[in-house]
């Protein structure tokens, strides 16, 4: 069996959050095959999780040297070194597995998970972007179908404050709305922002405070603030730790961060089992790893999926199309979505 690679850096409509700006995207496609089948995945290294190009590289560089086959490789050791290199190269080649797994099965992914395949519906994120363009952007997305919006926070008190309430007033009662600062507020304002917000009913707060105060997370839970963990979950050993100090209501699983659909199931049932919720998030993916997301979805059945980045990147391959606001998964073994012609004019 053969797993290869290909570097591509992709045009990204300009995105800009607590921690920074994005301009480009930086994927790597993983292609295995066995046979006359062919399993394909996706993989974004996030440098905010210690992930790099240069170590998805190295990791996919690596994997080509196993020996594997698609029987064996949900038990084999390789995923678990190349994960320790970079999840993102780990989760292209878990998601080409479960790709090439199921195609030979007949199934689709999310059959072959145990789930039922369905349209998802996904947030849409607005970015820290001027009240009045967040005001217009949220009648536009509300407009298109879109049912939940996700807003950005975390830099200034005031402009979040006017930012939500301008996307509460343009989406009206029926949207939900949640915000997330990227770890941007300490706990003292992080409050504040959620006290002066009280009566536009935000469902929850996601990373208020930075990565490694858990006990800030927790304490903002004590105050009643219903908090999702982000950069705070990366792994099991994050989120035994996320248990043992009640510090988050919710998860937020990342195929990039996880290492692929494998992990994410096995930290979604850790995470169930200790009486948290999940949101099922994206780090810059494509439409290849969104939508295997899409097919965890609909196995795991979490409280929110926000897997809407593909949608800001030039598209590469033929899925998912969104309509009203939902995912739409094709009804074919594997995820059911290839490559589109001309996708190697992005190689890098
Ligand atoms: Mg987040």
Request: hydrophobic fraction near 40%; aromatic fraction near 6%.
């Amino acid at each position: 069996m053969d797993i290869s690679y290909h570097h591509l850096r992709l045009p990204r409509k300009r995105f800009e959050i607590s921690t920074g700006v994005r301009e480009s995207a930086e994927v790597f496609i993983v292609e295995v095959t066995h046979g006359s089948f062919r399993g394909i995945g996706s993989g974004t290294p996030a440098t905010s999780y210690g992930d790099s190009v240069k170590k998805c590289e190295k990791a996919l560089a690596k994997a080509g040297n196993y020996a594997v086959d698609p029987d064996t490789y949900f038990e084999d050791e390789m995923s678990e070194e190349i994960r320790e290199i970079s999840p993102s190269a780990a989760a292209a080649i878990d998601i080409a597995f479960w790709d090439i797994r199921a195609k030979m099965d007949g199934l689709s992914v999310a059959a072959a998970l145990g789930g039922s395949l369905r349209g998802i519906p996904t947030d849409r994120t607005i970015d820290l972007m001027k009240p009045a363009d967040a005001g217009r952007e949220a009648a536009s997305l509300v407009g298109e179908g879109f049912k939940s919006i996700k807003v950005k926070v975390g830099v200034s008190l005031a402009d979040d404050i006017e930012r939500i309430r301008a996307v509460r007033n343009a989406a009206g009662s029926g949207a939900r709305i949640f915000i997330d600062a990227n770890g941007g507020y300490d706990v003292e304002n992080a409050a504040k922002l959620w006290d002066k917000v009280a009566d536009l009913e935000i469902d929850f707060f996601e990373q208020p405070v930075p990565q490694d105060m858990l006990e800030g997370l927790a304490s903002l839970r004590a105050r009643g603030i219903k908090v999702c963990a982000d950069e705070s979950f990366i792994d099991e050993e994050t989120l035994d730790r996320i248990i043992e100090m009640d510090a988050a209501d919710m998860i937020n699983i990342k195929l990039m961060k996880c290492g692929g659909i494998t992990t994410a199931i096995r930290l979604s049932d850790i995470a169930g089992n200790a009486g948290l919720g999940a949101m099922v998030g994206c780090m810059g993916d494509i439409g290849i790893s969104i939508t295997a997301a899409a097919h965890l979805v609909c196995s795991i059945d979490p409280h929110q999926a926000d897997l809407d980045s593909h949608l800001s990147i030039e598209p590469i391959c033929d899925g998912p199309a969104v309509i009203r606001g939902d995912l739409s998964l094709r009804d074919k073994p594997g995820i059911g979505v290839g490559l589109i012609e001309g996708w190697q004019r992005w190689r890098a």
